[in-house]
């Protein structure tokens, strides 16, 4: 229990850095974590890699983190390892998005839905493309309910779905809008 309330304490820190832009700081902790195992702290340093926020950009650094995270389960890990893995294999790619999404993991639904849909690294599965995106929408992340609004104003599902596809791709754009400028940071975002 002791343990668990340190990595709580040091977690905390790592934290008031992050608000106070101490990114040196912050991620000296959180890098501290990871290499003790801590799965949050492992996807933190991963995504730092990624995106080059506090650290310079280094896919394969991000991987070294990110794969011990999504190799005790943690989907984040899982889908961000996925997302900006270099080595070219798609299929494998495709199949843990499969996994991820099937688990509700809306930013890999998302992902995987617009893979089926322009078909690149799979085969264009207008149908499939639907499947993940309403999945994505159906748990409240924006840019999956713009991208299923997209398709029903196709009308692929008739004329109702014309008018209903309309409605959720319009509203995306004012809920977008309210989203980033009172929870700039939700999930909703994530892609």
């Known amino acids: 229990m002791g343990h668990l309330v340190d990595i709580s ?13 101490e990114l040196d700081d912050a991620y000296a902790i959180y890098e501290r974590l990871a290499s003790e195992g801590d799965t949050d702290s492992q ?8 995106t080059g926020m506090g650290r310079p950009q280094d896919a394969s650094r991000a991987i070294s983190w990110l794969e011990p995270a999504a190799e005790k ?8 390892a996925l997302a900006y893995e270099l080595n070219g294999n ?8 499969k996994q991820a999404c099937n688990v509700g993991f809306a930013p890999a639904c998302v992902r995987l ?21 309403r999945m994505a929408h159906r748990s409240g992340h924006l840019f999956g309910t713009r991208f299923y609004g997209k398709c029903l104003m196709q009308g692929r599902e008739g004329v109702l ?30 892609v």
């Open 113 to 133: 839905g617009s893979m089926y849909e322009s078909g690149v690294g799979i085969t264009a599965d207008i149908d499939q493309a639907m499947a993940c995106y």
């Open 90 to 97: 798609v299929e494998e790619s495709v199949t843990a998005l």
């Open 161 to 190: 779905s014309r008018c209903w596809g309309t409605v959720l791709y319009c509203w995306t754009f004012p809920y977008g809008l309210l989203l980033a400028l009172t929870k700039p940071d939700s999930d909703h975002f994530r």
């Open 43 to 50: 996807v933190y340093v991963g995504s730092s890699y990624v």
């Open 73 to 80: 389960g943690d989907i984040h890990g899982l889908y961000l």
């Open 9 to 21: 304490a040091r977690k905390s820190e790592a934290l008031s850095h992050l608000s106070k832009g």
